[in-house]
């Protein structure tokens, strides 16, 4: 069975304890390959690498830093379909979408960074005729990057991408979920000529590998997506150590729709915004609100589309939607399911684990499930659920639109559907989200601030905002 290895310094290595964890294909229910069960040795020999690449990598010509990351780019689009397949067995996402959006996106990551590095400018400061201030932006140091299962080499790329580009050496961890890509990505940094110690990848679990990179003193800033509880824990862990955090975290978004918006538009969207992915994509808007002259309309339209979805073998062209990560999360999900039955909620599709005939007979899938008469209060609209399974709710005026939208602790995303500018406007300014999208979603422009408010984040990803946060600032005051 095949061994993934750590990629510290340069090379390939097993984990310290020698000890493997259990690499499940979600769609089959099936071990298919070995993860290292790595510890705080492994952690420490990565951090070692990584401070000792720092000097020679933070100094070298950025043209050179976008050279050999833009050829790590490159290498990412040669290996599209093996890199796609790869991330389909490990997550139990279709092919098709890690094809279409997971690989072109890690790609498109590294590249933007890299290029965006070639653009920098820094501010000047002129005080009267008595002095000039300058700024200057310099790489932080060994940056340690952690990221989640959902969309597993596109987010360690969103993270990685920015911290390399800007200078930085890093000690990153994806999921222990998810960790091949970044496997099959650590053989790509040794073919682009990535000098060691750069990038190094520890695999294993989160609170043993994932927490000894928040504890480790050398680490001097933690970029960390994943959940909230688990970001709480890692504040914990780095703030009293004052190391720079950026945390995105969980969501529980809206998405509002309001009677004259372009219906067909609304539906189709709507559809992706809440199954794409088998729902497990944080900016997944769960909680749909529908103004009341449409809501009968568009929950008839919407349940007819959600029932005509594909559903089964990942591997399949025409599958809309996969297996769910693993056999604990579908068991979380269908936990939910229940707890909405029980608070009442009347289930319109969906609301069962399935078991597809032949090769997936044993995977972790759960039908789209759309769930209706349930307040905003309740559980189920309260918590991410993170998979298959929307809400929705009617509502009467715009304020209420607002109120229901901010009704829980999260902020990160929200969908709003109208042909009303001005209502567009005023809407998108009262949600309290870090992202609204308008008449779309998940319509990204790499430049744009990403982010959440309230318990969906502190800091924002994207654009300058990325590179910033891995380069300290410094003000030199020259007196004349
Ligand atoms: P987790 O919080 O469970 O894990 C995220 C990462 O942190 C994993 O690599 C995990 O390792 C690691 N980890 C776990 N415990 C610790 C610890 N104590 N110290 C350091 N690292 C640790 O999230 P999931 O992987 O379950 O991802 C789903 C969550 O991510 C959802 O809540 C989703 O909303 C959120 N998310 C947010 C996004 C955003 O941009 N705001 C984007 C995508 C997802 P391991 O898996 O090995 O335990």
New binding site residues.
């Given amino acids: 069975m095949e061994k993934i290895l750590n990629y510290i310094d340069g090379a390939f290595e097993a984990p310290c304890s020698d000890q493997y964890l259990d690499n499940y294909d979600p769609s089959i229910g099936k071990v298919y390959s070995l993860i290292p069960d790595s510890d705080e040795r492994d952690v420490n020999k990565a951090v070692d690498a990584a401070t000792r690449a720092f000097p020679a990598w933070s100094t070298l010509p950025a043209q050179e830093r976008s050279n050999i990351l833009q050829k790590l780019a490159d290498l990412i689009d040669r290996d599209l379909d093996k890199l796609a397949l790869a991330e389909s067995v490990d997550n139990g996402k279709p092919v098709s979408l890690a094809r279409r959006l997971d690989i072109p996106r890690a790609s498109a990551n590294i590249r933007f960074f890299a290029t965006a590095i070639l653009h920098t400018s820094t501010e000047t400061h002129i005080t009267d005729a008595e002095a000039i201030n300058y700024t200057t932006h310099a790489p932080i140091g060994v940056a340690g990057c ?6 597993p080499l596109y ?1 360690f790329s969103w993270k990685i991408a920015p911290a390399l580009a800007a200078g930085c050496t890093v000690v990153g ?5 998810t960790p091949m890509t970044a496997f099959l990505f650590s053989k790509l940094c040794v073919e682009a000529g990535l000098p060691k110690g750069v990038l190094n990848i520890v695999h ?4 043993k ?3 000894a ?2 504890e480790h003193p050398g680490v001097a800033a933690i970029s ?8 709480k ?2 504040a914990a ?1 780095a703030a009293p150590m004052f190391k720079k955090l950026s945390l ?4 529980k978004n809206p998405n509002i729709i309001f009677a004259d918006c372009d219906f067909e538009n609304a539906v189709a969207t709507s559809i992706q915004s809440s199954f794409a992915n088998q729902g ?4 997944c808007g769960s909680r749909i609100f529908v103004e009341r002259p449409l809501y009968e309309k568009f929950v008839e339209a919407f349940v007819k589309k959600t029932k005509a979805l594909v559903l089964g073998d990942p591997l399949l062209n025409e599958t809309n939607l996969g297996a769910l990560v693993s056999a604990a999360h579908k068991q979380k999900v269908m936990s939910y399911i229940q707890t909405a039955k029980q608070e009442g909620g009347k289930i319109l599709t969906g609301g069962n684990a399935v078991n597809p005939t032949g090769r997936c007979a044993e995977g972790y899938f759960i039908e789209p499930t759309i769930i209706t008469g349930l307040n905003e209060h309740c559980r189920t609209n309260q918590e ?1 659920i ?1 998979g298959p399974v929307v809400t929705i709710m009617p509502f009467d005026t715009e304020a209420e639109a607002i109120a229901l939208a901010n009704s829980t602790p999260y902020g ?1 995303s929200a969908t709003l559907w109208t042909e009303n500018l001005k209502r567009a406007h005023r809407v998108s300014a009262a949600v309290k989200s870090g992202i609204l999208w308008v008449n779309c979603w998940l319509f990204r422009d790499l430049r744009t601030p ?3 408010m309230k318990q ?2 502190v800091g924002r ?1 994207g654009g300058w905002h990325a590179l910033k946060f891995f380069l300290e600032v410094k003000n030199i005051c020259i007196k004349l």
């Fill in positions: 952690i990221s989640p299962w959902n969309l987010l961890k994806p999921s222990e979920l294993g679990l989160g609170a590998a994932g927490q990179i928040a960390f997506t994943g959940g909230t509880v688990t970001g824990k890692i862990t995105e975290l969980g969501g497990e994509i944080c900016l991410e993170f990160l990403f982010g959440g969906s984040g990803e």
